[in-house]
């Protein structure tokens, strides 16, 4: 570490990781005094340096970082020598990660840091950031030296090939150290903060006093920011700024001036007339954005922006914006072009405020309006940059812009580059984020596409991405390449295909097409087109048939099949010239394009549509008269129900006529809208929005044998008596529920899980690496069928390559048939890869667990139970997060197997696993930022039991189960503390689903004479609960009276492994589950009997008949408060649910049609069809939040049922035993927060 090379290195690192920040911040400190600003500049470093160390040291955040860095510098460790090439892509890759974890950690309503979770603030996460960027430029500038480039200062010949040989030698020598590189970076960084010394703006260092520090530090790019711009933008007040929401007065909102700009312009004209056209909006990039330096020597560039008929503010605005975030030199002009404007302050007006105030702006006019393609060439003919940038006349241009358009085409000329597009919205003008990018399609109805990045494409969170098809009116593009193109198609008329044109002609004759996400820009999408059309024919089809004709060879049939007649009638006009340009250039065939540049276009959007699953009307069977329906109320609204067209197979409402495509929506058939479900909650509304193709919220299967419409555990649900339609929990029995569509294949219905496009999880690639796994299924007693298919799915849907053996722990089964036969059986079929232990007598769950796991070989162990059936491509899901962190265990998503009929039924999209302080297993719903995809693992505080993956090094670091717990019951509770605590972490992951069959009832008699399970719940609580124990003994305080057991093993380990306390569980993992699960139960709204006030001597009773649960009228107990029989006996808890004491169980509704009974199910917690308020004043009980829908008296059928709500009603009116009237008459203040 002392040769010269190594000081070099290690200098270097230092050096420009610490300069890094310092050369950023000195713009901003021009006008202070130097020794001044730069000492406090050093202090400042010093400290934050610290304190980031000081909060990682023990932070989980600060392991997953360091994990994540580490892991991708250790990328190629079996390789027997170093590249720095692939350190540089590793060490990208890395930061890459270390951002998006950090970015998981946001909360998505505020995009705040949670402070429970990460202890890093936004600024020191900067600081990180430039510490691993100047590393990165670092490695490439060592790259150079060891491959005999150029510097960016001159060295003699013969120290440079000194300095290459010692950097190699050096290099090798580190070779062990390669995976220390970013502790050492930033140890570098804290050293130097702390010893170096500034001055005057020079950072001076003993280390290397021979080597100028501006040589070190030429890196032949600079900082673009205008950081006095940012500072004067940061400072701005007043509607809109910092790019947030504007609003008129009542009295301007409802005004006729309102209303006309709003007709003519179709955005909120008078609003933009109320914010500046200088406004200031928010720097929605990423934030190693902020950090990019680019090529010091860029070429200019000419803005060209047409408009026709823009309102004066918002064009304006796009000028002001490009003129104000664009670095002077390489802005040489911005030329708009009026495309035929009859507005009249577009003329005079316009040209005396460009001459006044406008030096870079030029304006050009077209006699008549030829469209935006045409208007685009005249501004591009005029243009004297070297780069054409196009843009639209009601945009505003991000920070720093220009650079990343630039830098691309500098690289390569034949370079077209995109910025990401964020939302103007066209009410308020609040500038909304679009994600982080996606690639550009189309399907082959010329439709525009977005889909996720390839992974090999996200190289980090800056780097421009490959995209195949532009997006419109905004890119930047050499001019010398847009000329030798052949520009636009001068025949394309108006609009439309102008972006499929550009983009096949790019790619097919030698370019390329990049997004850049660190230029970004704002859009107004208008609420719809204020301008008629211009032509007297469909001029947009026209435009599409030329650019098939021209570009897409044989492939044009294709988009001509989707609409014969449409494009019969249409002539494309003479194509000679752009043809002749196609075939100077050279360019490739478009299957070419397909094949190379967008595979994904066939596999996502086949040329030839498969056939559908089902289409036509959807016609309710409750309400056979009504169909679903879209009632024309556009994006984003619910849809609803109205009177079935005639014919239910080719309704000629248009609005009723869908199609359960292959992609497994259900899609409008004469539009690409789609059944949307924004929210899972009970009685969400099912919405309209454009079909994303990506299943997840617009995923529907169709029920041909219970006529249900289903998506993972819930179904489409209506009330015919509002025409609302909405999701509920799948009830095979709820009418509501059941629906017949027009024409239905049943045959591909069938086969469903083979037919059409594949099921999401099923797109997703894991590491080829993996550990190797054994899987443990205790058992006892087990049916012969049902072990054994426990046994084959789990061989057969496991890759063998991890797989290593099953084995098969008997816990004392009485059965002969799982003795010597089963040893038979597994000797003369599968002793290749099964193992059976026979214990001799009934040990317990756990007990059998821990034998089998003490003789596992395997790196992973996977517990299952012995009646489950593991799902496609099942364990690689559940490996791949132990590979990435050994100390996480992942549980898969468990589907129901029905024990009568082995059907299975899948379970929703996933919850985080809880418990309540009687220790029963809960579900909470995800939080916003728990899951960003649905494929995506998510953390969970709890595990639900039998089935999950676990490290064998950290299951036994964490003593394996305790011992001491007997037969089952706590045991997930026990080993999900201790992984929470005791620094591991635990996830769901949904891509692994197994089914499980849930038993009638326990057939197994009770082996122990006292209560085991109570036992058990006492030993976790003592060892793992701290305070909190105390609210599980309140629950029971005769029942946990019971004696623990010696508990010193336990607790030595917790000791020894310095666990936190359950205080930072509950607070850090779970702090949403005192909300749902207090540990002290609030004071209910009511409680008593629920007493008919239409005739007092009948109350509300719980019933059960047939096996079903239900209520009826009875007469009522003398005792209202506390009624001597149970049945009677209801409490209006602070869920907002109705509870029957006598089973706790909850009214529910099946829907709020007139005259359902109220019936009886275990409550859910999550409001929806069991969410119940009392009107202390009206003396009703409302059936759901909208006070629509009340419980009445059928007082003749001594029946309680639901009606629409009449205040004149008697029958409806009631009165419960107890009341607490101040929460009652403030029900939205108090009791449970609502769900949706």
Same mark, same amino acid.
């Given at each position: 570490?002392?040769?010269?090379?190594?000081?070099?290195?290690?200098?270097?690192?230092?050096?420009?990781?610490?300069?890094?920040?310092?050369?950023?911040?000195?713009?901003?400190?021009?006008?202070?005094?130097?020794?001044?600003? %730069?000492?406090?500049?050093?202090?400042?470093?010093?400290?934050?340096?610290?304190?980031?160390?000081?909060?990682?040291?023990?932070?989980?955040?600060?392991?997953?970082? %360091?994990?994540?860095?580490?892991?991708?510098?250790?990328?190629?460790?079996?390789?027997?020598?170093?590249?720095?090439?692939?350190?540089?892509?590793?060490?990208?890759?890395?930061?890459?990660?270390?951002?998006?974890?950090?970015?998981?950690?946001?909360?998505?309503?505020?995009?705040?840091?949670?402070?429970?979770?990460?202890? *890093?603030?936004?600024?020191?996460?900067?600081?990180?950031?430039?510490?691993?960027?100047?590393?990165?430029?670092?490695?490439?500038?060592?790259?150079?030296?060891?491959?005999?480039?150029?510097?960016?200062?001159?060295?003699?010949?013969?120290?440079?090939?000194?300095?290459?040989?010692?950097?190699?030698?050096? &290099?090798?020598?580190?070779?062990?150290?390669?995976?220390?590189?970013?502790?050492?970076?930033?140890?570098?960084?804290?050293?130097?903060?702390?010893?170096?010394?500034?001055?005057?703006?020079?950072?001076?260092?003993?280390?290397?006093?021979?080597?100028?520090?501006?040589?070190?530090?030429?890196?032949?790019?600079?900082?673009?920011?205008?950081?006095?711009?940012?500072?004067?933008?940061?400072?701005?007040?007043?509607?809109?700024?910092?790019?947030?929401?504007?609003?008129?007065?009542?009295?301007?909102?409802?005004?006729?001036?309102?209303?006309?700009?709003?007709?003519?312009?179709?955005?909120?004209?008078?609003?933009?007339?109320?914010?500046?056209?200088?406004?200031?909006?928010?720097?929605?990039?990423?934030?190693?954005?902020?950090?990019?330096?680019?090529?010091?020597?860029?070429?200019?560039?000419?803005?060209?922006?047409?408009?026709?008929?823009?309102?004066?503010?918002?064009?304006?605005?796009?000028?002001?914006?490009?003129?104000?975030?664009?670095?002077?030199?390489?802005?040489?002009?911005?030329?708009?072009?009026?495309?035929?404007?009859?507005?009249?302050?577009?003329?005079?007006?316009?040209?005396?405020?460009?001459?006044?105030?406008?030096?870079?702006?030029?304006?050009?006019?077209?006699?008549?309006?030829?469209?935006?393609?045409?208007?685009?060439?005249?501004?591009?003919?005029?243009?004297?940059?070297?780069?054409?940038?196009?843009?639209?006349?009601?945009?505003?241009?991000?920070?720093?812009?220009?650079?990343?358009?630039?830098?691309?085409?500098?690289?390569?000329?034949?370079?077209?580059?995109?910025?990401?597009?964020?939302?103007?919205?066209?009410?308020?003008?609040?500038?909304?984020?679009?994600?982080?990018?996606?690639?550009?399609?189309?399907?082959?109805?010329?439709?525009?596409?977005?889909?996720?990045?390839?992974?090999?494409?996200?190289?980090?969170?800056?780097?421009?991405?490959?995209?195949?098809?532009?997006?419109?009116?905004?890119?930047?593009?050499?001019?010398?390449?847009?000329?030798?193109?052949?520009?636009?198609?001068?025949?394309?008329?108006?609009?439309?295909?102008?972006?499929?044109?550009?983009?096949?002609?790019?790619?097919?004759?030698?370019?390329?097409?990049?997004?850049?996400?660190?230029?970004?820009?704002?859009?107004?999408?208008?609420?719809?087109?204020?301008?008629?059309?211009?032509?007297?024919?469909?001029?947009?089809?026209?435009?599409?048939?030329?650019?098939?004709? *021209?570009?897409?060879?044989?492939?044009?049939?294709?988009?001509?099949?989707?609409?014969?007649?449409?494009?019969?009638?249409?002539?494309?006009?003479?194509?000679?010239?752009?043809?002749?340009?196609?075939?100077?250039?050279?360019?490739?065939?478009?299957?070419?394009?397909?094949?190379?540049?967008?595979?994904?276009?066939?596999?996502?959007?086949?040329?030839?549509?498969?056939?559908?699953?089902?289409?036509?009307?959807?016609?309710?069977?409750?309400?056979?008269?009504?169909?679903?329906?879209?009632?024309?109320?556009?994006?984003?609204?619910?849809?609803?129900?109205?009177?079935?067209?005639?014919?239910?197979?080719?309704?000629?409402?248009?609005?009723?006529?869908?199609?359960?495509?292959?992609?497994?929506?259900?899609?409008?058939?004469?539009?690409?809208?789609?059944?949307?479900?924004?929210?899972?909650?009970?009685?969400?509304?099912?919405?309209?929005?454009?079909?994303? %193709?990506?299943?997840?919220?617009?995923?529907?299967?169709?029920?041909?044998?219970?006529?249900?419409?289903?998506?993972?555990?819930?179904?489409?649900?209506?009330?015919?008596?509002?025409?609302?339609?909405? *999701?509920?929990?799948?009830?095979?029995?709820?009418?509501?529920?059941?629906?017949?569509?027009?024409?239905?294949?049943?045959?591909?219905?069938?086969?469903?899980?083979?037919?059409?496009?594949?099921?999401?999880?099923?797109?997703?690639?894991?590491?080829?690496?993996?550990?190797?796994?054994?899987?443990?299924?205790?058992?006892?007693?087990?049916?012969?069928?049902?072990? &054994?298919?426990?046994?084959?799915?789990?061989?057969?849907?496991?890759?063998?390559?991890?797989?290593?053996?099953?084995?098969?722990?008997?816990?004392?089964?009485?059965?002969?048939?799982?003795?010597?036969? =089963?040893?038979?059986?597994?000797?003369?079929?599968?002793?290749?890869?099964?193992?059976?232990?026979?214990?001799?007598?009934?040990?317990?769950?756990?007990?059998?667990?821990?034998?089998?796991?003490?003789?596992?070989?395997?790196?992973?162990?996977?517990?299952?139970?012995?009646?489950?059936?593991?799902?496609?491509?099942?364990?690689?899901?559940?490996?791949?997060?132990?590979?990435?962190?050994?100390?996480?265990?992942?549980?898969?998503?468990?589907?129901?197997?029905?024990?009568?009929?082995?059907?299975?039924?899948?379970?929703?999209?996933?919850?985080?696993?809880?418990?309540?302080?009687? %220790? &029963?297993?809960?579900?909470?719903?995800?939080?916003?930022?728990?899951?960003?995809?649905?494929?995506?693992?998510?953390?969970?505080?709890?595990?639900?039991?039998? =089935?999950?993956?676990?490290?064998?090094?950290?299951?036994?670091?964490?003593?394996?189960?305790?011992?001491?717990?007997?037969?089952?019951?706590?045991?997930?509770?026990?080993?999900?503390?201790?992984?929470?605590?005791?620094?591991?972490?635990?996830?769901?992951?949904?891509?692994?689903?197994?089914?499980?069959?849930?038993?009638?009832?326990?057939?197994?008699?009770?082996?122990?004479?006292?209560?085991?399970?109570?036992?058990?719940?006492?030993?976790?609580?003592?060892?793992?609960?701290?305070?909190?124990?105390?609210?599980?003994?309140?629950?029971?305080?005769?029942?946990?009276?019971?004696?623990?057991?010696?508990?010193?093993?336990?607790?030595?380990?917790?000791?020894?492994?310095?666990?936190?306390?359950?205080?930072?569980?509950?607070?850090?993992?779970?702090?949403?589950?005192?909300?749902?699960?207090?540990?002290?139960?609030?004071?209910?709204?009511?409680?008593?009997?629920?007493?008919?006030?239409?005739?007092?001597?009948?109350?509300?009773?719980?019933?059960?008949?047939?096996?079903?649960?239900?209520?009826? =009228?009875?007469?009522?107990?003398?005792?209202?408060?506390?009624?001597?029989?149970?049945?009677?006996?209801?409490?209006?808890?602070?869920?907002?649910?109705?509870?029957?004491?006598?089973?706790?169980?909850?009214?529910?509704?099946?829907?709020?049609?007139?005259?359902?009974?109220?019936?009886?199910?275990?409550?859910?917690?999550?409001?929806?069809?069991?969410?119940?308020?009392?009107?202390?004043?009206?003396?009703?009980?409302?059936?759901?939040?909208?006070?629509?829908?009340?419980?009445?008296?059928?007082?003749?059928?001594?029946?309680?049922?639901?009606?629409?709500?009449?205040?004149?009603?008697?029958?409806?009116?009631?009165?419960?035993?107890?009341?607490?009237?101040?929460?009652?008459?403030?029900?939205?203040?108090?009791?449970?927060?609502?769900?949706?």
């Amino acid at each position: 570490m002392k040769t010269p090379g190594a000081a070099l290195v290690m200098g270097t690192l230092v050096l420009v990781a610490a300069a890094n920040p310092i050369q950023q911040l000195q713009k901003r400190a021009a006008a202070a005094q130097p020794d001044d600003v %730069m000492t406090k500049l050093a202090e400042k470093g010093k400290e934050l340096a610290f304190g980031v160390i000081d909060k990682l040291k023990d932070s989980e955040v600060g392991r997953k970082i %360091m994990t994540k860095v580490l892991g991708a510098i250790a990328g190629g460790r079996a390789k027997r020598e170093i590249s720095i090439d692939a350190a540089i892509t590793n060490l990208h890759a890395a930061h890459f990660q270390k951002l998006e974890l950090h970015k998981t950690l946001k909360n998505d309503a505020t995009n705040s840091i949670k402070p429970s979770a990460c202890p *890093i603030q936004q600024n020191e996460l900067n600081w990180i950031e430039t510490v691993s960027i100047a590393v990165q430029q670092v490695l490439l500038h060592v790259n150079k030296i060891i491959n005999g480039q150029k510097l960016g200062y001159n060295m003699p010949k013969p120290q440079h090939a000194r300095l290459r040989s010692r950097a190699v030698g050096v &290099l090798n020598l580190l070779y062990a150290l390669r995976y220390l590189l970013v502790i050492v970076c930033t140890t570098g960084v804290v050293l130097y903060l702390r010893e170096g010394r500034v001055q005057h703006g020079k950072v001076v260092f003993d280390s290397v006093p021979n080597v100028p520090v501006q040589q070190l530090m030429s890196m032949d790019k600079i900082d673009y920011h205008d950081y006095q711009q940012l500072a004067l933008d940061r400072e701005r007040v007043g509607p809109g700024e910092q790019g947030k929401a504007a609003t008129l007065s009542p009295a301007e909102s409802e005004s006729e001036q309102r209303q006309k700009l709003y007709l003519q312009n179709g955005f909120n004209a008078l609003l933009s007339d109320k914010i500046s056209i200088n406004r200031s909006i928010a720097d929605l990039r990423h934030p190693s954005c902020k950090l990019q330096q680019y090529f010091k020597q860029l070429p200019t560039a000419s803005v060209v922006v047409p408009f026709y008929e823009e309102h004066w503010t918002t064009l304006l605005r796009t000028v002001y914006s490009v003129l104000n975030r664009s670095p002077p030199h390489l802005l040489k002009e911005v030329i708009i072009v009026d495309d035929g404007s009859t507005k009249e302050f577009l003329h005079g007006q316009l040209q005396e405020h460009i001459d006044k105030n406008l030096p870079k702006v030029k304006l050009v006019r077209q006699g008549e309006r030829t469209g935006l393609m045409k208007a685009r060439l005249a501004g591009a003919k005029l243009a004297t940059g070297d780069v054409l940038v196009f843009l639209d006349s009601h945009t505003e241009a991000g920070y720093n812009w220009l650079p990343p358009l630039l830098e691309p085409i500098a690289e390569n000329p034949k370079t077209c580059v995109c910025p990401l597009i964020d939302v103007i919205d066209d009410q308020t003008f609040a500038v909304q984020a679009q994600d982080e990018g996606g690639r550009g399609l189309f399907d082959w109805r010329f439709h525009y596409k977005r889909i996720a990045l390839k992974e090999s494409d996200r190289v980090s969170p800056t780097a421009p991405f490959p995209s195949p098809v532009m997006a419109g009116g905004l890119f930047a593009i050499g001019a010398k390449f847009f000329w030798e193109l052949g520009g636009y198609d001068e025949e394309l008329d108006i609009w439309g295909a102008e972006q499929y044109e550009l983009s096949f002609k790019i790619w097919q004759c030698g370019g390329r097409m990049l997004d850049a996400p660190c230029s970004r820009f704002g859009h107004i999408y208008r609420s719809y087109s204020p301008f008629p059309n211009s032509r007297k024919y469909d001029f947009i089809t026209r435009n599409h048939k030329r650019v098939a004709e *021209i570009w897409m060879d044989e492939y044009k049939q294709y988009i001509y099949d989707r609409d014969p007649m449409r494009y019969a009638r249409s002539d494309a006009g003479d194509m000679t010239k752009m043809k002749a340009i196609r075939e100077k250039l050279q360019c490739k065939p478009f299957a070419w394009f397909l094949k190379e540049v967008a595979p994904e276009i066939v596999q996502l959007y086949p040329p030839v549509e498969p056939e559908p699953f089902a289409s036509g009307a959807i016609q309710s069977i409750a309400e056979p008269t009504l169909c679903l329906d879209t009632m024309q109320r556009g994006r984003g609204k619910p849809i609803g129900m109205h009177p079935c067209d005639a014919d239910l197979i080719h309704p000629k409402n248009m609005n009723q006529h869908f199609v359960l495509s292959w992609h497994r929506d259900i899609q409008l058939k004469s539009d690409e809208q789609c059944f949307d479900v924004p929210e899972s909650a009970p009685r969400s509304p099912v919405t309209l929005y454009t079909c994303h %193709m990506h299943q997840g919220n617009q995923f529907f299967q169709y029920d041909y044998r219970t006529h249900q419409i289903k998506r993972n555990g819930i179904c489409i649900d209506c009330n015919p008596t509002s025409k609302e339609v909405f *999701i509920n929990p799948c009830n095979s029995e709820s009418k509501t529920q059941r629906w017949k569509i027009g024409s239905v294949n049943l045959k591909l219905l069938k086969q469903w899980n083979t037919y059409g496009a594949k099921i999401l999880c099923q797109n997703i690639k894991y590491l080829r690496q993996l550990p190797s796994t054994s899987v443990i299924i205790p058992f006892y007693d087990e049916h012969w069928s049902t072990l &054994l298919r426990t046994v084959y799915s789990v061989m057969r849907r496991s890759p063998s390559t991890v797989l290593l053996e099953i084995i098969l722990v008997d816990d004392g089964s009485l059965k002969m048939f799982l003795k010597q036969q =089963l040893d038979n059986y597994v000797a003369a079929h599968l002793k290749h890869l099964v193992k059976i232990i026979h214990l001799p007598t009934r040990s317990g769950l756990i007990t059998a667990r821990l034998a089998g796991a003490k003789i596992a070989r395997g790196d992973v162990l996977v517990f299952l139970d012995s009646h489950i059936e593991a799902g496609i491509n099942w364990l690689p899901p559940l490996l791949e997060p132990i590979a990435h962190n050994p100390r996480t265990c992942v549980c898969p998503f468990i589907d129901v197997i029905v024990d009568e009929t082995f059907e299975l039924v899948p379970q929703d999209q996933g919850a985080r696993g809880a418990f309540d302080w009687n %220790m &029963l297993y809960k579900r909470l719903p995800l939080r916003p930022g728990d899951q960003t995809d649905p494929t995506e693992p998510f953390e969970s505080p709890v595990m639900a039991g039998g =089935l999950f993956a676990i490290s064998s090094t950290f299951f036994w670091e964490l003593g394996g189960y305790d011992e001491e717990l007997e037969i089952w019951g706590a045991e997930q509770y026990e080993l999900s503390f201790k992984i929470w605590q005791c620094g591991g972490r635990m996830i769901d992951a949904p891509c692994s689903r197994v089914g499980h069959i849930y038993r009638s009832y326990s057939p197994f008699p009770n082996v122990k004479s006292y209560d085991y399970v109570a036992k058990n719940h006492k030993r976790v609580a003592e060892v793992w609960m701290d305070e909190y124990k105390q609210y599980v003994y309140q629950k029971a305080p005769l029942r946990f009276s019971i004696d623990a057991g010696d508990l010193t093993k336990m607790k030595e380990l917790r000791r020894r492994l310095n666990c936190k306390p359950f205080r930072w569980f509950m607070e850090n993992v779970a702090p949403d589950l005192v909300d749902w699960y207090p540990p002290v139960e609030p004071e209910p709204f009511a409680f008593g009997v629920i007493q008919s006030q239409a005739n007092t001597g009948l109350c509300i009773e719980a019933v059960q008949v047939d096996g079903k649960k239900g209520t009826v =009228l009875m007469a009522c107990t003398k005792d209202k408060v506390s009624p001597e029989r149970p049945q009677q006996h209801f409490q209006f808890t602070w869920r907002r649910e109705v509870k029957s004491m006598l089973w706790s169980q909850c009214l529910d509704v099946s829907d709020h049609s007139v005259g359902v009974e109220l019936s009886l199910f275990p409550c859910h917690t999550h409001q929806g069809n069991q969410l119940f308020q009392y009107d202390v004043d009206t003396k009703q009980i409302y059936v759901g939040r909208d006070k629509k829908h009340c419980i009445e008296a059928d007082l003749a059928n001594r029946r309680v049922i639901v009606n629409i709500c009449n205040h004149e009603t008697r029958a409806q009116e009631w009165r419960i035993g107890q009341m607490n009237v101040e929460h009652l008459r403030n029900w939205n203040k108090h009791g449970a927060k609502f769900m949706n």
